[in-house]
């Protein structure tokens, strides 16, 4: 009785989790923007080299700020900036930045620069508590799902 019990509340945690989706997620149908940018701002001017080198989200600065495929990066000090530079693709977060636990769901959402992790050296981040809880729990899985589906997600032209 209790393993039942336990099946219809997680089930029903991710129905709720789903229905909030729905309401700002899109599905594979629709066309995105290759990187998730806000105003031309990508991770919502956090320094994506900090949560590597510092284990934590880090608000970056205008002063070191750099253009990089259409979208501006900010960082927290000239030597991330540097360190970014000398291989962008190795701090970049997966999934052009949107909700890793939403792409394996085939859907896009926003994100929530505070809820990350890095797997095996790569930048992960989720749209919130919810989210990253149920993400983290199958992230081998999830991210598998979420690879698949973002290679057929259609993408908008990159702007220059």
Known sequence: ???SYGSFVSALV??????GLTGYALSAESAVAPINAADGI???GYDPV??????QPTQGVEQYSLRWKGVTYRFASSENLQRFKADPDNYL???GGYCAYAMSLNRIADIDPSRWAVVKGKLYLNNGFISEKLWSLHKQRNIESADRNWLRFPKQALSK
Request: glycine share 10%; net charge positive.
């Open 1 to 3: 009785m209790t393993r």
């Open 42 to 44: 990508g991770l919502k």
């Open 14 to 19: 991710v129905a709720a989790l789903l229905v």
């Open 50 to 55: 900090a949560y590597f080198s510092e284990g």
């Open 93 to 95: 977060p997966q999934y």
